[in-house]
Structure formats: C-alpha cells, structure tokens
C-alpha cells in the first residue's frame, strides 16, 4: 500500500461510550503504519454524556488536528443520532459506519424534542457507503456491553487497507490486560460482519 | 522512540526529561492530564494543591530552594494564581520554574474564554506557545533554560486542541538536575517595598534583555514559501493556517511575549499582504500594529471562540467547505447530563421542590442548571456560590435569604469555598451552603483532593474533616445527609433554610463513577402498574425515557441506583432481573 496523503476519520458518539479509546486505538495503528497522525479529543464537562466527537488524521503530513465539514473519509458513529448529528462532515464518498443503538438525549427524555425515526434507512437513501450493526448485541454476545468501541473498531478495520495483525498487536497495547479477552473478541465479531463495500476496500484510489 | 502523546502528556515529559523534581497543580480542563502525568514519573515529587495560588507558590518555593518546579492550570486558575505570579516576576527564581497555562477556546469546558497572553504582559513574564506535542516538550526544556538564563519564571499557554490532540513525539533522556546551592537574599526573595522597587528595575533590564533575544531565539522561525502571503501566527493557530493558506511564507511565533520587532518588520518588509492569525484576542495584532507595520488581522477572523482551517479559508479565500446532500430532518441537541447513578440528582429534585433560589458553582453539579433540574441560578468562578448567597441575603433581607441555598462540590469548597464560608460566619450572614460531597474531583475525571483522604499517587493521608472544618470557622449547624434519603433531604434543608443561623449541610454519596461504590444493576418499569405521572421523568436521569404513550428504562445506561423508585408513588419501577431488593 502506498502511504497515503490524507486520511482523515470522525468518530461520533455518546460520552461514556469509549470513543476515547478508539481514537487511540485507531491513532496508534496509523502510527506503526509510519504515518503522520494526530487524534484529537474531547475531555471535560462534554464527557458526561453529551454529543462527542474525536478527530483521527493522518497521511503524510497532518497540520490541523480538526476534522472539518466534507473531510471525513470515514465516520464512526457509536449511535444513530449522532451519525445524524454529524453528517455534513462526510466527504463526498466517503463512508459511515452506524452502531444501530439509540441513546435519547434529554430534550426527547423529557419530551421536548422527538427522535428522528428512520435514521439509518433515511442515511442510506442518501449515502452510497453506508454499513450498519447492532454493535451493543455483538459486544453482549462477545461478554461485556462496554466492548462496543470494539466491536466498531472491527468494522472500520475490515474496510481500511491496514493489515489486521496491526490493528489487534495495538489492541493488545492499549487495552488493559484483564478485559483484552472480551475486547479482541469483540473486535473478531465486529471484523467478520459482511460488508457490502462499494468497489475496492475504502479509500480506494487515495491510499 | 515515537510515541503517540497528548500535548499534556508531552508537557510532562518534557518536565520530566528537564529534569523537574517538584510539580503542582490545581485540576482544570484542559489541563488536568499534565501532571496527572507527571505524577507517574517516581523521580518527581507531585501534589493536586487546593488551589492554584497555593500551586504556584509551592512550585515557587521549591524554585527558590534551587529545583526545577512545574505548575499547571486552566486559563481561568491564573486568574486565582495571579497573585503570587506577579511578584515572582519580581523575586524571579532560583532552579527554574515554569508555569503551564491551558486556555479553553470555545469553552469546551469553561465558563469563560479569556487569553492568557495578556498575563504575559501583564506581569512581565516571557511566554511560549506550543504548535503540537513535539513541541509542547521541547519548549518546555526551552522554558526551563530561559527561566535560568534570565532568571524569571516563564509561562507556556497551551490551548484545548494542543493539550487535547495526540501527535508524535521522540522521547529523550532525563537530565540529571543537581538542586541550585540556596542562599538567603533578602533583596531577591523579601518584597518590601524597598527591595521591592529595586527588583522592578532589574525585570525592565530582563524584558530588554529578552526583547533582544527574541529576535533570535530559534522557537521563533520564518518558513519560506511563495512571499505573496505572509502570515504571522502562533500556537494552534499555525496549524489551522498552514492547512488554510498552503504554500505561502509564515512566520511562526515560538515566544509570543515578549514579541520580535526586528524579525517582524523584516517579514513583513519581504512578503506581499500580510495576515495576522491568532485565537482569540488581538495580541500579536495590537503590537505588530502598535510600530506601524499593516496587516489583515480580526478585521477579518473571529474574536469568538476556536479558530480552523475551514473559518479561515472561508474569510480569505471566500471559499466554502461542506458536503451538498443534506437529510432534512431536525435533530435534537445533546447537552452534555448528570450521569445514570449521580448523587447530585437528588439535592436538585428537592432544591426543585422547594422552588429555592440557588447560588451554583464549577463542577459537574453546574449541569444542575439544564432542563428538566433547572435548579440554579448562578454559576461565576470557584467558590462564587458560597459567597455569592451571601451578598444575595445582604441584600434582599432574611425573608429571602430563607429561600436561598448556596451549593457547591468538596473539591470547589475547599478550593476557594471555605473563605466565603469564613465570611458568612464572621459577618453574621444566615446562608445555608449545601457541600456536594461525592468524594472526588468528578468532572476533570477524578483526582484526589485535601477531603478525599489521598494524594496524587494514591497514597493514604491526612483528610480534611469537613464537618470540624465548618465548625471550626463557626458555623455550628452542621448537618449530613445522604442525597438519596430524599425525605430526610427535603427535611433538613427546611429547617436550616429556615433557621435564623448560618448552617452547612454535607450531602455525602461518592460519584457513580467511582469503582468502588456499585449498584445492584439495571431497573426496568411495571408497565401494568406505571401510573404515567412521569414524577421519574422530572429527575433528569438519561436512563429514562418518555416513549411517547410509555415511559422506558435504557437498561444499556441504568445502574440500578434506585433513585426513581423512591418519587414513584406507583410503585412501578423494580430490578430488571425481576429479583426484589
């Protein structure tokens, strides 16, 4: 694989739902593959379950460490609102990968807001690259509902062209030893979902 | 060896790699993980001080007794830290010492968006700005050998996205620092006014000296490109304008106080339009300005919040990013909530209950002024809430003063609460102050403080007691509850609201985040005896949710803490397992 100039990956979600390791995760596998990489994420009051969003860059050369409106070449999105939240940072192209679980925000907690219904099938109306899982199940299944990150990690990884021998020695890096069983397995479950890609493994063309 | 660093963590080995053996710290978002960081080095000796006014001053003494000292804080924890930085401006150092400032463009997590530089200049200190995590170490070892060569403490200002992105660094060796001989020097270190006015001459001779020096100190570099367009920047600010502008010449402000005349005007002399791109306040604008050279500066870019790549091609080169498709569906905002579990939810629901008008402070408890809480009505700086309540009883009279609280969390208390509450009993005040004791300082993510009863590397020590500690400054109506013990809750803040005595009530339930205290797991509603009253609704737990025709618990969310069983009349709500308690 050529190194590629510009990659860039939004990870979108609920805090609290483990973003910050998946940034880390994704960072230090661009890292061992000697590209330039900066993750940048959010820390602080947004933390406590508010919209959250961490930047992944990397290529030849990374300045800004922000993602920005039409840059995206992938978004990671940890829940279906947030998918929604964020789509306008999709490049044209570029891929979303959707965990199906809902989380309602307070404004439709108590009543004032309503939940979009449709997302991910109004979301493929419109994109081209879109998958989809029920990642919350998947990690139930593989042991531990906190294992979502995981899960989700495994598809981005089936559909970026960085060996997967990479991505779980990383894994083995920045997970904590006593939950690396559930996580890998997790992260397997989520490798092995069929993907109905468009044309070659994305990004084609740049890499 | 390449390492993937967040720009605090690289702050911190630079300290480390400088050879620092005293660090300090009061936490702040963006700055917490400095030396949260640091304190996983064994060779350096590292403490979360209660504020950071006493931070400061511990780094500064150790300086003063001849080792390298770090101090960190958010932007807003220079303000209390002010004091003792503006006379060590005067009595400089004697090891080293550099303080760490974290501004929060945006204000991610602040209740302001003040820029830092202007401390610089304030107080005369010289100031480095950091461009990512290579350089946040490098000009921290940079920082260390102006602060000796110069003798004056020197402050770095980091902002949110360099101390919060991750980028490469090479790590180095540590610097084996021998601890500078201290000697007794009543005219460096005992700022009477007479040595005291004799120090103030020898800090103009430093800033000439150091005015010179940036001139030519290497941090501070031009970077050709094509001389159409020169841009002078600093700091992230760089970042966003070299993936903006492109190829075109910068000249990038390594030390951004005090500033290079020389090497400005000789930029500008050679590039054509000359941009001036920075976040925040006009600072580097004002003073290139101020010896005549023109440039584009906030005419063009905001004064409000972050700068980006994006904002600045926009105003530049009119060009706008974005994709063109667009679903158009409205979506909800997600305002960030007390978690599933928090201890504060019950003082907000009574403090709701009893329509009491409620002095806030800094912590997560603040999201206690969202709907569907909406329980409180100011939130300024740390402690405000103590004595904010007390000028509101001042002011109004005692028939008011009945329907006031004052609430604030054990770390914020004993940041800056307890003069407020030192106030309010020698000044014959009445307020109640409601302490959110969760045993923890929650919302930077959890570090210990004076009243947790551990330092910084988990070791056990001294605990502040809080109740001998209100006592003690005179406050005899000390009482504590359980913010889940909602009946006994609404009790006592009756009856200290309404008695004619200042009064301090400690609602002490440690943070749902917190391993140690777990709850017995998710609940779930009886839907056959669910009322729909939505009395769970007004909790503002995000674990529950108004289906429409329904009410649901998120059992993905839920932690089982109980709170919902105790305001439903219907007794609907049970263990999702179906065991009872």
């Keep these: 694989m050529e190194l590629m100039n510009k990659f860039n990956i939004l990870i979108v979600g609920v805090g609290g739902q483990g973003i910050l390791l998946a940034s880390r995760v994704i960072g230090n596998v661009a890292l061992r593959k000697n590209y330039d990489v900066k993750v940048s994420e959010v820390h602080g009051m947004s933390q406590r379950g508010g919209s959250v969003v961490a930047y992944v860059k990397m290529g030849q050369k990374v300045c800004s460490p922000l993602v920005e409106k039409g840059e995206a070449d992938v978004i990671l999105a940890f829940e279906q609102l947030e998918a929604l939240r964020w789509l306008e940072y999709l490049k044209n192209g570029g891929k979303i990968i959707i965990n199906e679980q809902k989380i309602n925000p307070m404004p439709v907690i108590i009543g004032k807001a309503k939940y979009p219904d449709r997302i991910i099938n109004r979301i493929k109306k419109t994109y081209s690259n879109v998958v989809s899982a029920n990642a919350l199940q998947i990690a139930r299944e593989s042991g531990s509902i906190k294992a979502v990150n995981l899960v989700l990690l495994g598809i981005l990884a089936k559909s970026i062209s960085i060996e997967k021998e990479l991505w779980l020695d990383t894994i083995k890096e920045t997970v904590p030893q006593k939950f690396l069983e559930v996580n890998i397995k997790a992260f397997e479950a989520g490798y092995s979902i069929r993907q109905n890609e468009f044309g070659n493994k994305f990004p084609a063309g740049q890499m | ?581």
């Design chain 2, 1 to 581: 060896m390449k390492t993937l660093m967040l720009g605090n963590e690289a702050v911190a080995r630079g300290a480390y790699e400088a050879g620092v053996t005293v660090a300090t710290a009061y936490p702040g978002t963006p700055s917490t993980e400095i030396t949260e960081n640091i304190a996983k080095y064994d060779e350096i000796y590292c403490e979360w001080s209660p504020n950071e006014k006493v931070a400061l001053e511990v780094a500064l003494g150790a300086s003063i007794a001849g080792a390298r000292s770090i101090c960190s804080m958010k932007h807003v924890g220079l303000n209390v830290a002010a004091d003792p930085l503006f006379t060590a401006s005067y009595t400089g150092i004697n090891g080293g010492l550099v303080v760490v400032v974290g501004d929060d463009s945006g204000m991610h997590s602040s209740q302001n968006e003040q820029d830092s530089r202007f401390y610089a200049r304030a107080s005369n200190v010289p100031m480095l700005e950091p461009s990512d995590s290579k350089e946040c170490k490098e000009f921290i070892i940079k920082a260390f050998e102006i602060s000796e060569k110069y003798d004056s403490p020197v402050l770095v200002r980091l902002s949110t996205r360099i101390s919060h992105s991750r980028s490469i660094v090479d790590k180095g060796e540590r610097r084996d620092y021998k601890l500078k001989k201290y000697k007794k020097d009543l005219n460096k270190y005992v700022m009477l006014p007479a040595m005291a006015r004799k120090r103030h001459v020898e800090v103009e001779k430093r800033m000439v000296q150091l005015r010179e020096y940036s001139n030519s100190i290497k941090i501070n570099k031009v970077e050709w490109g094509s001389k159409d367009i020169g841009v002078v920047t600093s700091g992230i600010a760089y970042q966003y304008a070299r993936e903006a502008f492109g190829d075109v010449s910068y000249l990038k402000l390594g030390m951004v106080y005090p500033l290079p005349e020389k090497l400005i005007r000789d930029f500008a002399k050679k590039v054509g339009k000359l941009y001036i791109v920075e976040e925040l306040e006009p600072f580097l604008e004002d003073y290139i300005r101020s010896f005549g050279v023109h440039a584009i500066g906030k005419e063009l870019f905001p004064v409000l919040g972050e700068l980006s790549a994006s904002i600045i091609m926009e105003k530049v080169f009119n060009i706008k990013t974005g994709t063109n498709k667009s679903i158009n569906v409205e979506v909800p905002v997600r305002p960030p909530v007390m978690c599933p579990g928090c201890p504060h939810r019950g003082v907000f629901y009574i403090l709701k209950k009893l329509k009491l008008t409620v002095s806030g402070d800094i912590g997560c408890y603040t999201l206690g002024a969202l709907p569907p809480n909406e329980s409180i009505d100011t939130c300024i700086c740390m402690g405000a809430s103590v004595s904010v309540v007390h000028g509101m009883g001042k002011a109004r009279g005692r028939k008011f003063g009945k329907k006031t609280v004052g609430i604030v969390g054990d770390s914020t208390f004993i940041h800056s609460g307890i003069t407020g509450l030192i106030d309010i009993a020698y000044n014959k005040g009445n307020a109640t102050i409601i302490i959110l004791d969760n045993s923890i300082t929650a919302m930077t993510g959890h570090q210990h403080n004076p009243a947790t009863g551990y330092t910084i590397k988990n070791e056990p020590t001294r605990q502040v007691d809080l109740v001998k500690l209100a006592n003690a400054v005179g406050i005899d109506r000390v009482r504590i509850v359980d913010p889940f013990d909602l009946k006994e809750l609404e009790k006592v803040v009756k009856e200290e609201t309404f008695a004619d005595a200042p009064s301090v009530i400690i609602a002490r339930r440690p943070c749902a985040m917190l391993k140690h205290d777990s709850f017995a797991g998710p609940m779930r509603i009886n839907l056959d005896k669910c009322k729909k009253n939505k009395l769970c609704l007004s909790l503002g737990c995000p674990a529950i949710t108004d289906m429409g025709g329904y009410l649901e618990i998120n059992e993905a969310i839920c932690v089982g803490c109980g709170l919902c069983t105790k305001v439903c009349y219907a007794d609907a709500i049970e263990k999702a397992d179906g065991t009872n308690e």
